[in-house]
């Protein structure tokens, strides 16, 4: 056999391999990088005493449920636009005693700078030197990524939202618990 009629076989072999594992329903496990958390997944415990507001750590107490909305930085783009629709439907989160705590690795000068700027009334809390990002395997460098967990009043997770578009979430963050 030639080497090039050996690596269309061989090819062909693989892609057939590839599709026998697809129908079967076997799953693909990939390989994490060492040393990268995976995210939190619903059901998983939350670390809110590692995130902090102003008033110190994070307590979940007193509220049905906590959305807590992981976002980049103050005052950019995305999630400014981010910030203003959860303000803007603030009132709906206060009436069914939903929490929204919005969390950056900003510190507390820089939220009080965006809060003022947009006149934002919820909470924005900081995660210092991302630590609980890294935890939870949400952070990218430095920074959140976009990613939103809502955790009950136990402390698990019962919504994950991994991959968030800015607008029109806040609202389905609503949508979804109301089907809960």
């Known amino acids: 056999m030639d080497a090039l009629f050996r690596a269309k076989v061989l090819n062909f072999l693989h892609e057939r391999f590839i599709e026998l ?4 329903g076997f799953l693909y496990i990939q390989a994490k990088p060492k040393g990268v958390q995976p995210m ?11 995130i902090t ?3 110190g750590p994070v307590d979940i107490k007193g509220h049905p449920y906590t959305a807590f909305y992981f976002y980049p930085k103050d005052d950019t783009p995305g999630c400014t636009i981010e910030a203003n629709e959860f303000q803007q439907l603030k009132g709906e989160y206060d009436s069914r005693n939903i929490r929204i705590l919005g969390v950056s690795v900003d510190d507390a000068a ?16 900081t995660d210092a030197g991302g630590k ?19 955790v009950n009043e136990s ?9 968030v578009k800015p ?14």
């Open 155 to 163: 402390g698990k997770v019962v919504l994950e939202y991994p991959e």
């Open 110 to 125: 820089s939220h009080r700078a965006f809060c003022e700027k947009f006149a934002l009334t919820f909470e924005l809390a």
């Open 21 to 24: 594992r697809k129908r079967l």
């Open 167 to 180: 607008a029109g979430h806040a609202q389905k963050i609503l949508d979804d618990l109301a089907a809960i």
């Open 132 to 150: 609980a990002g890294s935890e939870m395997g949400i952070m990218s460098g430095a920074v959140h990524k976009r990613v939103t967990f809502v």
């Open 40 to 50: 939190l997944k619903i059901g998983d415990t939350f670390p809110a005493a590692r």
């Open 53 to 55: 507001t102003e008033a």
